[in-house]
T-cell receptor, first 116, second 116 residues
Framework: AQKVTQAQTEISVVEKEDVTLDCVYE???????LFWYKQPPSGELVFLIR??????QNEISGRYSWNFQKSTSSFNFTITASQVVDSAVYFC?????????????FGTGTRLQVTL | GAVVSQHPSWVICKSGTSVKIECRSL??????MFWYRQFPKQSLMLMAT?????????EQGVEKDKFLINHASLTLSTLTVTSAHPEDSSFYIC????????????FGPGTRLTVL
């Protein structure tokens, strides 16, 4: 069975600090997808990134960057120069084929609090 | 594009009543829709997967007679919580997977159900 672990339950940083959110996953499949979502207080999930298992290139999007390392089964997310608007719960998720369907398994989430 | 709506966004009902939540894909056809439940400060847990025109597949521990899912068309799925009780109070989120993409899911904004 697939599993996603986000060991950090809550993180508090002061604005402009960099912060890294950890994600470790377990899967038996060789083909899978990894995702990061942001859930602000409104509750609506905001898609941040999708990465397939064959693409280990790191990605940067503005203040966001992702580090995918298959060797350690990790897909970590870094926010550079954090802002108050980054305060939210962040979920890492794994999509894996189950029979003819695919299934998304979420980690437990990391609550990020950015203060002034 | 790829917008998913949910209605209602929140609902309060009395114990013992049934509540129906609609999930619509507005600009694409969704071959598969998913229903998740999220309790406060917890992760999203998949409840069931529904394919248009066929019976939903429920996750272990989810009562199919209590949570009725109908995927009547390629753009609409409904979740009916029958004989709701206070322990059913939760945030219900649907997602839709378009036919052209195996691993993408587009999430609705969620429905907050409170059972008194």
């Amino acid at each position: 069975a697939q599993k996603v672990t986000q060991a950090q339950t809550e993180i508090s940083v002061v604005e402009k600090e960099d912060v890294t959110l950890d994600c470790v996953y377990e899967t038996r499949d060789t083909t899978y997808y990894l995702f990061w979502y942001k859930q602000p207080p409104s509750g609506e999930l905001v898609f941040l990134i999708r990465r397939n298992s064959f693409d280990e290139q790191n990605e940067i999007s503005g203040r966001y960057s992702w580090n995918f390392q298959k060797s350690t089964s990790s897909f970590n997310f870094t926010i550079t120069a954090s802002q108050v608007v980054d305060s939210a719960v962040y979920f890492c998720a794994l999509s894996e084929r189950v029979g003819t369907a695919s299934k998304l398994t979420f980690g437990t989430g990391t609550r990020l609090q950015v203060t002034l | 594009g790829a917008v998913v709506s949910q209605h209602p966004s929140w609902v309060i009902c009395k114990s013992g009543t049934s509540v129906k939540i609609e999930c619509r894909s507005l600009d694409f056809q969704a071959t598969t829709m998913f229903w998740y439940r999220q309790f406060p400060k917890q992760s999203l847990m998949l409840m069931a997967t529904s394919n248009e025109g066929s019976k939903a597949t429920y996750e272990q521990g989810v009562e199919k007679d209590k949570f009725l899912i109908n995927h009547a068309s390629l753009t609409l799925s409904t979740l009916t919580v029958t004989s709701a009780h206070p322990e059913d109070s939760s945030f219900y989120i649907c997602s839709a997977r378009p036919g052209f993409s195996y691993n993408e899911q587009f999430f609705g904004p969620g429905t907050r159900l409170t059972v008194l």
